[in-house]
Nanobody, 124 residues
């Protein structure tokens, strides 16, 4: 059974940092491409970042460049999203998703599997 389980969200003050984690199981993690997406209250799902291993490549939405860092641990089968200098606009549910294709460059939030999400609330 494919599973993606996110954790690491919480309530933080603006300017703070969080590291979100996504533990994957039920498939071959090493060649899979992953993305993080988010959904703020009353808004549509928004792509944040994508990552692949072979070759190593990372892609970010414009708003995420400079403050967000996606990474992965192919031993622990975990994908991470480090968010620094959090802003109130970052308040959203963050989801880890497995991209259906083979390249992160082509993955902008499309997924064949997605986790349940982890809530991030940023207060001013």
């Amino acid at each position: 059974e494919v599973q993606l389980v996110e954790s690491g969200g919480g309530q933080v003050q603006a300017g703070g940092s969080l590291r979100l984690s996504c533990v994957a199981s039920g498939f071959d993690f090493h060649y899979a491409v992953f993305s993080w997406v988010r959904q703020a209250p009353g808004k549509e799902v928004e792509w944040v970042s994508s990552i692949q291993s072979y070759p190593t490549a990372r892609y970010y939405a414009d708003f995420a460049k400079g403050r967000f860092t996606i990474s992965r641990d192919n031993v622990e089968n975990t994908v991470y999203l480090q968010i620094n200098d959090l802003k109130t606009d970052d308040t959203a549910m963050y989801f880890c998703a497995r991209c259906p294709g083979a390249y992160a460059s082509a993955c902008r939030g499309e997924s064949d599997y997605r986790g349940q999400g982890t809530q991030v609330i940023v207060s001013s």
